[in-house]
C-alpha cells in the first residue's frame, strides 16, 4: 500500500533530550517535507526536501534539523527539545517538487510533547 | 507569493451543498490551486486540484473564475462526515494558512 509512515505515533520526552521521528515513504516521491501544526496557527513547515541531499529551511525551522541520504526517508531531528516543540508534527511528499503541481500526501501525524 | 484568504468557519446542514471560496489576488500566472481536506487529528488529504474553469472529480468540484483571483470549492450534499478543516493553497509555496472550520449538522 502507498503510504508514508512516521513513527512513533505519540511521544513524550522530556527538555533537552535528543530525539528523532522517522518518516519513511515506498512511493518513490522526490520531494519531502515537515510541518507542524498548533491551535490557531493551522500548519506551518519546518523543512522540506527537492531530492536526495537537497534539504532547506521552511518557515519555521529553529531547532530543528533534518537529513535525506535516502530517497524513501527524511527523519526529523530534534537536538534539545524545549517545550515550545510541543506540537502535532505531519511529514508529506509529492511525486515532483515544485514548481510541479503534484499533490502532497501526508502522514499519520506524530504528537510530541515535552515538559 | 500568493497569500490566501478564506473564511475561519462555515455552518451548514446534511444534504445541502457547501460552497468554500478562497481569495488569491495575486495569483502568479503559472500557479495552481489546490484544495485539501483534514480531520482532527490526521494528515491533510487532497481533494482537488485546477488551474482555470471548472473541474470536477467524484468528491467536489473547483470552480475558478477567468482572472483567477479566486476559487471556489463546492461539496455538494453534504454529510456529517464531511465536517473537517478545508485549505486552499495556491502556488509552489505550499502554505497551508489555517483553513476553513466546516461543521456540517443534523
Known amino acids: 500500500e502507498a503510504q508514508v509512515t512516521q513513527n512513533p505515533r505519540y511521544l513524550i520526552t522530556v527538555t533537552g533530550k535528543k530525539l528523532t521521528v522517522t518518516c519513511s515513504q515506498n512511493?518513490?516521491?522526490?520531494?519531502m517535507s515537515w510541518y507542524r501544526q498548533d491551535p490557531g496557527l493551522g500548519l506551518r513547515q519546518i523543512y522540506y526536501?527537492?531530492?536526495?541531499?537537497?534539504?532547506d529551511k521552511g518557515d519555521v525551522p529553529e531547532g530543528y534539523k533534518v537529513s535525506r541520504k535516502e530517497k524513501r526517508n527524511f527523519p526529523l531531528i530534534l537536538e534539545s527539545p524545549s517545550p515550545n516543540q510541543t506540537s502535532l508534527y505531519f511529514c508529506?511528499?509529492?511525486?515532483?517538487?515544485?514548481?510541479?503541481?503534484?499533490?502532497?500526501?501526508f502522514g499519520n501525524g506524530t504528537r510530541l510533547t515535552v515538559t | 507569493l500568493a497569500k490566501t484568504t478564506q473564511p475561519i468557519s462555515m455552518d451548514s446542514y446534511e444534504g445541502q451543498e457547501v460552497n468554500i471560496t478562497c481569495s488569491h489576488n495575486?495569483?502568479?500566472?503559472?500557479?495552481?490551486i489546490t484544495w485539501y481536506q483534514q480531520f482532527p487529528s490526521q494528515g491533510p488529504r487532497f481533494i482537488i486540484q485546477?488551474?482555470?474553469t471548472k473541474v470536477t472529480n467524484e468528491v467536489a468540484s473547483l470552480f475558478i473564475p477567468a482572472d483567477r483571483k479566486s476559487s471556489t470549492l463546492s461539496l455538494p450534499r453534504v454529510s456529517l462526515s464531511d465536517t473537517a478543516v478545508y485549505y486552499c493553497?495556491?502556488?509552489?509555496?505550499?502554505?497551508f494558512g489555517t483553513g476553513t472550520r466546516l461543521l456540517v449538522s443534523p
Open positions: 508529506a511528499s509529492s511525486p515532483r517538487a515544485p514548481p510541479y503541481n503534484s499533490p502532497l500526501h
Open positions: 512511493m518513490n516521491h522526490e520531494y
Open positions: 526536501s527537492m531530492n536526495v541531499e537537497v534539504t
Open positions: 495575486n495569483i502568479a500566472t503559472n500557479d495552481y
Open positions: 485546477g488551474y482555470k
Open positions: 493553497l495556491v502556488g509552489r509555496k505550499l502554505v
